[in-house]
C-alpha cells in the first residue's frame, strides 16, 4: 500500500477534526503543517507527529507531501489551493470552497486545468446517518424524495475571522447552509440541479460584532419542482444543533448530530464537551468521538483512498462550486426579494467532467 504525506494548512479547530479524520486510515500520516503563529503550529505538529513549517508556500513544496489539506479561514482557501496546484500537489479543502461562487469556479478552474486530484470537506454527507438515509432512498424506503429540511445552529462561531464580513465572505448562511446545501443535493440526487432560491436573513443579535446575517433561512427549488429548506442560526443557546429531515410520499426520516443518548449533571467542569457547547457545568450532553459521529473520518478515508487509487472521491470542488452558486443566489434574493436563479457556469463543469 503506498504511504501518503499529508501537508496541513490550518492549526485550528477544524484542522484538527481534519487531522484526526485520518486516525483510522492506514499508512497517511501528516508530515508538515502550517498555522496562524509559531505556538499554535508548533502545537499543533506535537500533537499529530509533523514537522511544524513558517508558511504555505514551505508546506506545499515539502517533498514529502503528497496531499494538501486546506483547513483554513475562508479568505486563503484560493490562494492556497492555488500554492498546493503549482507544487505539483493533490488538494482538499475544507468547507465553503469559496466566498462566492467567482472564487470557488477560479479553483475549480485551477485544478481541471492542472488534472490535479481535488476533494471537497464537506463532512455532514459522510456522516453514518446521512450515508444511511441515502440507502434507504435508493432502496424505495420512503418512496419518492418529496421534501427535505435542515436546521443548523449554535451561540456564534469561536474564530475571530468569522465575524468579519469581508474576511469570511458572509454570515451564518455561508458558514453553516453550505452543509444542508450539499446534504439536500446528495439526497435528492445529485443529477437533479438546482433551479432557483429563496431566502431571508438579518443580523438579529449580533450587530455588535458582526455586518453578516446571523439568522437566515433558505428555500432551495429543484429542477423537478421540490423543494429543500435550510434554516440556521448564529444565536441558538444550549449548544451544536444540526437537524437533518427527509420526507418522502412513503415515509421519511430524521437526524440529529448534536443529540447524544449521553448525558450528565456535573458541579466541576470536565474539559471539551462538544462543538459549540455553552455550558461546561449543570446539564451538559458530551458527545462521544465527535470526529466519527461528524463524519470526518469516513471523510477523510474516502479522500485519502481515492487519491491512493487515482479516482475522483465521492465530493470534489465541482460539487463546493456549485454549493457557492446555491449560496451566492441566496444572497442575491436577501436583497432582492425575489427568487434568484442558481446560474451555473455550464463550460467549467463539463470541464470538470
Same mark, same amino acid.
Given at each position: ?275 459549540? %457547547? ?71 463543469? %463539463?470541464?470538470?467532467?
Amino acid at each position: 500500500m503506498r504511504p501518503v504525506g499529508v501537508g496541513m494548512l490550518g492549526s485550528g479547530f477544524i484542522g484538527e477534526f481534519h487531522a484526526h479524520g485520518l486516525r483510522h486510515v492506514p499508512d497517511v500520516r501528516v508530515v508538515a503543517n502550517y498555522g496562524a503563529g509559531p505556538e499554535r503550529r508548533e502545537a499543533f505538529a506535537r500533537r499529530f507527529g509533523s514537522r511544524p513549517l513558517d508558511s504555505v508556500d514551505a508546506v506545499c513544496a515539502d517533498p514529502e507531501v503528497d496531499l494538501v489539506v486546506v483547513s483554513l479561514p475562508n479568505h486563503l482557501h484560493r490562494g492556497a489551493v492555488s500554492a498546493a496546484v503549482a507544487a505539483g500537489k493533490a488538494v482538499a479543502c475544507t468547507k465553503p470552497l469559496g466566498r462566492n461562487a467567482a472564487e470557488a469556479g477560479d479553483m475549480l478552474h485551477v485544478v481541471t486545468d492542472a488534472g490535479a486530484f481535488n476533494a471537497y470537506l464537506e463532512n455532514v454527507v459522510y456522516n453514518t446517518e446521512t450515508e444511511r438515509m441515502r440507502e434507504m432512498i435508493e432502496a424505495g424506503a420512503i418512496g419518492r424524495v418529496v421534501t427535505f429540511r435542515a436546521r443548523e445552529g449554535h451561540s456564534g462561531p469561536h474564530a475571530a475571522h468569522f465575524w468579519d464580513a469581508d474576511l469570511a465572505g458572509g454570515g451564518a448562511l455561508l458558514d453553516m447552509a453550505s452543509h444542508g446545501t450539499e446534504c439536500a443535493r446528495y439526497l435528492f440526487g445529485k443529477d437533479v440541479a438546482v433551479r432557483d432560491v429563496f431566502a431571508w436573513g438579518d443580523t438579529l443579535v449580533h450587530a455588535a460584532k458582526t455586518t453578516a446575517e446571523d439568522n437566515a433561512v433558505m428555500l432551495m427549488r429543484f429542477e423537478d419542482g421540490r423543494v429543500a429548506t435550510v434554516d440556521v442560526s448564529w444565536s441558538s443557546k444550549g449548544g451544536l444543533e444540526g437537524r437533518f429531515e427527509v420526507y418522502g410520499d412513503a415515509g421519511r426520516m430524521v437526524q440529529d448530530i448534536g443529540a447524544t443518548a449521553l448525558r450528565a449533571f456535573v458541579e466541576r467542569p470536565a474539559g471539551y464537551i462538544g462543538e459549540k %457547547a455553552d455550558a461546561d457545568t449543570g446539564w451538559i450532553y458530551p458527545v462521544p468521538d465527535e470526529v466519527h459521529v461528524h463524519g470526518h473520518d469516513a471523510m477523510m478515508a474516502d479522500v485519502v483512498e481515492s487519491f491512493r487509487a487515482g479516482r475522483a472521491p465521492r465530493e470534489t470542488f465541482r460539487d463546493g462550486y456549485i454549493v457557492n452558486v446555491v449560496l451566492d443566489a441566496a444572497y442575491r434574493s436577501i436583497l432582492s426579494g425575489r427568487w434568484e436563479a442558481a446560474v451555473l457556469d455550464d463550460a467549467l463543469l %463539463a470541464a470538470a467532467g
